[in-house]
């Protein structure tokens, strides 16, 4: 897993310095288009949206100023925002296997869902944690949560809960393979969107980890 995340951070860094280097040498090329024309330029050049933190704004940075954020690991946005909802997303997966034991009749399904919560809970910790050493613990926005992607419905919970058996079972794998999809979903999103290093790491492990568990479920099913 390791090398995993190595080998994703290279890609990342290097994707990221091959466009700003692109910027660079189109400014260098257009500065040498004129005398007047690199001083109406002066001070512009190649720019880079930027997400802003919590509660503040996107930003507009130069090719130099994105290539120094990037590389510093600041959250941003995108970062507290997928703490934030993964904990809520990770929260139902519990829900969902918290169900199991009592409605279940597979000890293939029973063991499952003992290893999702065994990964889950202690995820929701770490970005609890992530969250409290950033500053984003007591920044909650209103949200809502049944928006998330792979998010199970109410009447979808109730109906779990009401059964039993092998009707219990497909219906569990149907909803958590459903919930792991919107949770690789929201972990693709910040590893394209989001700067910290941590969050990086979490998202890779999220993506990793469920699409192995989405793909046994898959089989358990068929």
Request: a neutral charge.
């Amino acid at each position: 897993m390791l090398i995993r995340r190595q080998t994703m951070r290279v890609r990342r860094s290097a994707l990221f310095a091959a466009v700003v280097s692109a910027a660079l040498a189109l400014a260098a090329c257009e500065a040498g288009d004129g005398d007047s024309r690199t001083k109406s330029q002066a001070g512009g050049g190649p720019s880079v949206v930027a997400p802003g933190k919590p509660g503040e704004p996107a930003r507009t940075l130069s090719a130099e100023e994105a290539a120094k954020a990037a590389g510093d690991g600041t959250p941003n946005s995108a970062d507290y925002r997928y703490a934030r909802m993964m904990i809520r997303h990770h929260a139902q997966a519990l829900e969902l296997t918290g169900l199991v034991p009592s409605r279940s009749g597979s000890s293939s399904v029973k063991r499952l869902a003992e290893r999702i919560t065994a990964s889950q809970k202690p995820e929701i910790g770490a970005m609890e944690g992530w969250l409290t050493h950033n500053g984003g613990a007591k920044r909650e926005s209103a949200h809502d949560h049944s928006a998330m992607p792979g998010m199970a419905t109410e009447a979808q919970l109730k109906q779990l809960r009401e059964a039993d058996g092998s009707a219990f079972d497909k219906l569990f794998l149907k909803l958590m393979i459903t919930h792991h999809q919107g949770a690789i979903t929201m972990a693709t999103e910040v590893l394209a969107e989001g700067n910290n290093v941590q969050i990086e790491e979490m998202a890779g492990d999220v993506v990793a980890q469920q699409t192995v568990e989405i793909n046994r479920m898959r089989t358990m099913s068929s």
